[in-house]
């Protein structure tokens, strides 16, 4: 029988005062879970969605403000177009079957990322469940979806040329107003499961001073101990900023 939340928070010295404000995890590893499984790649992404709609449960009982999960990366279109074409499937069936579970939950929710490559079915589910969400003031999920941090920032770096902006004007906070996250703060832990130990151009400006995790097992086998198990860990952690040791 699984512990109950409130167990697990005081077995683990969880200080609630304390939670992160903002988690971003890589959702790393769907494929190669199915194939551990003898199951196709497909079984995987399905698998991580219903980890992702536990996390998002998990992180609102916790009084999290901010979850963003790294769905589609810019470079995620080189996959095989049968995978592509699944992952975007999936997108439109989660934002139908999931919208009224965010509502009940009043969890607001963003899309960050280029979202001119999208379809316009797919764009008008985002809109559609943006709108319904935007006047809550609980946790707010951003779903990265073609994102890269590069793509991000050469963009940002366009937008203030055009704007006119001189370049001894530019500052990280006039940077941090063009990035697709302006207004949202920087992730105090970046989680990635998967076994791999980089952040494949995954917000690196925003995650500038975030404490890093890497797990050995793969996202659709992430389960709420693990986030509490890192949680209860990063706040053992002392967080400097730069400053003196």
């Not at 080189?78 to 009940?104: A, C, G, N, W, Y």
């Not at 079915?121 to 941090?149: C, P, R, W």
């Amino acid at each position: 029988m699984e512990t109950s939340l409130q167990d697990k928070i005081q077995s683990l010295g969880i200080d609630l005062e304390t939670i992160p404000k903002h988690v971003a995890i890589i959702m790393d590893g769907n494929g190669r879970w199915a194939e551990t499984q003898n199951k196709p790649r497909h079984i995987g992404h399905q698998q991580g969605y219903k980890t992702l709609t536990n996390v998002i449960t998990h992180c609102n009982d916790l009084g999290i403000s901010y979850l963003s999960v790294y769905a589609f990366s810019t470079e995620n279109w080189t996959r095989p177009k049968k995978e592509v074409s699944f992952l975007m499937t999936l997108l439109k069936t989660v934002l139908k079957k999931e919208l009224h579970q965010l509502i009940d939950n009043q969890v607001r929710l963003k899309f960050l990322g280029d979202k001119s490559a999208l379809s316009k079915d797919i764009m008008q589910l985002i809109e559609i469940s943006e709108s319904k969400t935007a006047h809550f003031e609980g946790l707010q999920v951003n779903i990265m979806f073609n994102y890269g941090s590069k793509h991000e920032l050469v963009q940002a770096v366009q937008s203030l040329i055009q704007d006119g902006t001189p370049a001894d004007a530019i500052t990280e906070d006039l940077i941090n107003d063009h990035l697709y996250t302006k207004d949202i703060p920087d992730p105090d832990i970046l989680v990635r499961p998967g076994g791999e130990h980089r952040i494949s151009n995954f917000m690196f400006w925003q995650c500038a001073y975030a404490e890093l995790f890497f797990l050995d097992k793969f996202w659709p086998e992430f389960t709420r101990d693990d986030l509490l198990t890192i949680i209860a860990q990063y706040q053992k952690r002392d967080r400097r900023f730069g400053g003196l040791t």
